[in-house]
């Protein structure tokens, strides 16, 4: 994976690439729209090789703890077209 940007904060955002098993390079990028230290992040996702832009995913990850040493990771995600 190659990070070309990840700014984790409110207002922040991130820009990565992977690359498959057979040479292919994929990119995704999106923005933090709010970043709660041990309670959620709440982020948009996007993948650049969509044939237009705008096909954007809003993700939220709320972290539950269960115990000292276990959090519940309790995501929900919601296309926009």
């Not at 990119?27 to 090789?49: D, P, S, W, Y």
Request: glycine letters at 8%.
């Amino acid at each position: 994976m190659k990070v070309y940007r990840f700014d984790c904060r409110d207002g922040g955002s991130w820009h990565i690439a992977e690359r498959s098993s057979d040479g292919n390079e994929y990119e995704f990028t999106g923005c933090f729209h709010e970043v709660a230290k041990n309670r959620r992040i709440v982020q948009t996702f996007e993948f650049l090789g969509m044939p237009e832009r705008g096909h954007v995913m809003l993700e939220k990850a709320e972290f539950v703890a269960i115990n000292d040493r276990t959090t519940e990771i309790r995501t929900h995600s919601t296309a926009m077209n």
